[in-house]
């Protein structure tokens, strides 16, 4: 109650755009991560006045050695932050296990160097070392983990593989089990069939005798045995990627 006395009237504007934007795009059939980009600036002003006008900076910040002890902390939840990430990424399968081995001793190597030197240091290196340490974080997550993420998860590999494959004219994409928007964004077309069964996906190679699918790898054994004998796969790609990339067409007589 004491929080909310100070808040202003405009915070409730915030909260109920960004709730609402938020809300509408994941209720969205057919949505991008970027289609949630309005709503960002309205949680940085979210955030802006309850730092602001929430917290009792007057009472916590009547020291400089207050503000050194929120530095230092925030210092450290920088590099549990770090710790954490890091391994949240290699257990997904973006990084290997050593690689998190290691950067988590570099963590914990720098987090005891900042607790010795903040005993001994002037105020100023308290919130040097929090700065320091948020922007390994961020160059971590910028050079290495969204570059993995991306090579494992994202189609534009997949595509361009495919337009090699492609001669005279563009062959009929169908995605299964699921459509990806990224196929029709990478390829510029519109049309781009979505199977979602293999019932569905046989009902769709009919007609064509020669069709580029992309097919989640977990699916790519149903849909081999699903196919009749006149029909045959050629991978074009990785069978170990994520999302598979080939052809089905007509055997020849």
Request: with cysteine; glycine share 8%.
């Amino acid at each position: 109650l004491r929080t909310g006395r100070r808040r202003p009237a405009a915070l409730g504007v915030f909260v109920l755009a960004f709730a609402w934007c938020v809300l509408f795009f994941s209720l969205s059939g057919c949505k991008r991560p970027a289609y949630v980009l309005p709503a960002f600036p309205l949680l940085a002003l979210m955030l802006g006045t309850f730092v602001t006008h929430g917290l009792p900076w007057q009472r916590w910040l009547q020291s400089a050695q207050a503000r050194q002890r929120w530095a230092h902390r925030l210092a450290f939840a920088g590099i549990a932050m770090g710790v954490t990430l890091t391994w949240a990424v290699a257990l997904a399968g973006l990084a290997m296990m050593t690689a998190a081995i290691v950067a988590s001793m570099l963590f914990g190597v720098a987090g005891l160097g900042i607790w010795m030197l903040a005993r001994r240091g002037p105020a100023w290196t308290s919130s040097a070392h929090c700065v320091a340490i948020m922007a390994v974080v961020l160059l971590m997550g910028q050079y290495s983990w969204l570059p993995a993420y991306h090579e494992r998860f994202g189609l534009r590999r997949q595509v361009e593989i495919a337009s090699e494959y492609e001669q005279e004219e563009p062959l009929p994409i169908i995605s299964f089990p699921k459509r990806w928007d990224s196929i029709g964004f990478y390829t510029h077309r519109e049309v781009i069939v979505h199977a979602s069964d293999i019932d569905s996906l046989l009902r769709d190679l009919k007609g064509h005798r020669e069709v580029l699918i992309f097919v989640r790898r977990e699916s790519l054994e149903s849909l081999r045995g699903a196919l009749p004998t006149d029909l045959e796969w050629q991978s074009l790609g990785s069978e170990d990627d994520f999302i598979v990339v080939g052809v089905v067409r007509r055997r020849e007589p």
